[in-house]
Structure formats: structure tokens, C-alpha cells
């Protein structure tokens, strides 16, 4: 298997543009999360999702961030409208419901100037 | 989740056993602990996990003590790649949120 598969893997775009990350779990996985990391604040879960449902959104910081899961295979993150206090590297994750790990991809690195 | 208390930081000379030590005081008796490192630039990865008995595999043996309230990872022979920050974890096995604290940032010296 490829593993979590995460694109971009870095974007840099102006304040006020929208931004799209995309994530590919692991086949079979049933649990998706979306995870955001910098250096203040650290690895923060902003979502997650159970077979393609979103369970728990309440780390997703305001109404400009959102997240969808249309199917099994792929799940996105939007910030629209973006501002520079973004960036950071966005980690997608997988589980499948027996194991207790997390799979995570290689991340997004955003910028936003 | 148990809340959890690691070092900072700390250095390992390569090639020695690296012990990572972890506090979870107030863990309760359904709470496992798990172990995830993030090497630079990385995605989080797992390593192991326990509930009460000492863990061993291809990467790290787990010692958690009798009252369970601590435990230690172990790197037997530390190599330059495994400088990385090392996140203990406590959790309820099934529980979906794994929420992570500050860790250890461990540097494996040549």
C-alpha cells in the first residue's frame, strides 16, 4: 500500500485566495483525520471523519476552514478565505477500525502571504 | 485522555540505548500508551503500545511500571535516524481522538 497520500505537498498563495488540500487514505481505513501543525501551537486534530461522516469538527478554528469526505478514497480541506495566520503544515491521518494507530501522510505545507 | 509529562529534550551518544521517560499519573485502567515520533519534516509515526504489560518489537520495547503511572520507551541501540521528537501518549484503545502534547525532541549524537 502507498500509505496516506497528501497533495500539494507545498502551496504558497496570497491572503484572501481559497486553498484546497486533498488526502487519499489507506484502503479499507474507516477513520480519517486532519490534523494542523506549527510551531506555537503544535499538532492540533481539526477534524475526523468515520466512514466518510465527520464525527468531531470542534478543533476546526472558524467558519473559514471546512472539510469533506465524499467517499471512501478521498477527503478534502478548504480555507476560504485564507490569511497568513494559516500556515502551517496540515497532516491527514487514517485508522482502520481495529488497530489503534494512526497512519499519517507526509503533509501539506501552506504559506499564505 | 490522561494527561502526560515528558522532557523537553535529550540527547543520546549513537549506538547506546536511548530511554525516553513519561508520566501519566492520573491514567486510568482502561487507558493504553501509546508511543509516536515525528522525525523533521515528517508525518507522525507509531511506534508502540501497552496497557500493562512490557512491550517489545522491531522498533522499541516498552516498560510501563507496576502502578502504571510511568513508563519508558527504549531505543536498544540509538542510530543518527532516530533523532526525532518522541510523543507518549495515553489513551482508551478505541477512543478516535489521539491528541498530542509537546514531546521529547531526542538528538542522537555521533
Known amino acids: 500500500d502507498a500509505g496516506v497520500i497528501q497533495s500539494p505537498r507545498h502551496e504558497v498563495t496570497e491572503m484572501g485566495q481559497e486553498v484546497t488540500l486533498r488526502c487519499k487514505p489507506i484502503s479499507g481505513h474507516d477513520y480519517l483525520f486532519w490534523y494542523r501543525q506549527t510551531m506555537m501551537r503544535g499538532l492540533e486534530l481539526l477534524i475526523y471523519f468515520n466512514n466518510n461522516v465527520p464525527i468531531d469538527d470542534s478543533g476546526m478554528p472558524e467558519d473559514r476552514f471546512s472539510a469533506k469526505m465524499p467517499n471512501a478514497s478521498f477527503s478534502t480541506l478548504k480555507i476560504q478565505p485564507s490569511e497568513p495566520r494559516d500556515s502551517a503544515v496540515y497532516f491527514c491521518?487514517?485508522?482502520?477500525?481495529?488497530?489503534?494507530?494512526?497512519?499519517f501522510g507526509e503533509g501539506s505545507r501552506l504559506t499564505v502571504l | 485522555d490522561a494527561k502526560t509529562t515528558q522532557p523537553p529534550s535529550m540527547d543520546c551518544a549513537e549506538g547506546r540505548a536511548a530511554n525516553l521517560p513519561c508520566n501519566h499519573s492520573t491514567i486510568s485502567g482502561n487507558e493504553y500508551v501509546y508511543w509516536y515520533r515525528q522525525i523533521h519534516s515528517q508525518g507522525p509515526q507509531y511506534i508502540i503500545h501497552g496497557l500493562k504489560n512490557n512491550e517489545t518489537n522491531e522498533m522499541a520495547s516498552l516498560i510501563i511500571t507496576e502502578d502504571r503511572k510511568s513508563s519508558t520507551l527504549i531505543l536498544p541501540h540509538a542510530t543518527l535516524r532516530d533523532t526525532a521528537v518522541y510523543y507518549c501518549?495515553?489513551?482508551?484503545?478505541?477512543?478516535?481522538?489521539?491528541?498530542f502534547g509537546q514531546g521529547t525532541r531526542l538528538t542522537i549524537n555521533p
Open positions: 501518549i495515553v489513551r482508551v484503545k478505541g477512543a478516535q481522538k489521539l491528541v
Open positions: 491521518a487514517s485508522r482502520g477500525l481495529e488497530t489503534g494507530e494512526l497512519f
